[in-house]
């Protein structure tokens, strides 16, 4: 057992079917809620824009900061026509 933010969080080995796996760092844990727990504190900043490589806390951030990049896509089409 780990001890882990004040709670106690059970090493689950890879091989285990019902794992679930961190999509950054691999860690494997053994529920679902765990895993999203330890994601949101230990990789708060993971969600990396594609066109600019900026990363971001929420999808929501992410979503608001790609129109950035629409809108300079749409002043580049309107001038070069």
């Given amino acids: ?3 882990c933010r004040d709670e106690i969080v059970q090493a689950v080995p890879a091989a285990k079917s019902d794992s679930v796996q961190c999509n950054i ?3 494997y844990f053994s529920s679902n ?3 999203r727990k330890h994601e949101k504190e ?6 990396e824009c594609k066109v600019c490589s900026l990363y971001f806390q ?10 950035t990049h629409e809108k ?7 001038s070069t026509t």
Avoid: G
Wanted: aromatic share 12%.
């Fill in 33 to 35: 809620s765990l895993r």
């Fill in 42 to 47: 230990e990789h708060p900043w993971n969600l």
């Fill in 1 to 3: 057992l780990y001890y």
């Fill in 72 to 78: 300079k896509q749409d002043r580049i089409n309107v």
């Fill in 58 to 67: 929420t999808q929501a951030n992410l979503d608001f900061h790609m129109r």
């Fill in 25 to 27: 760092c691999k860690k």
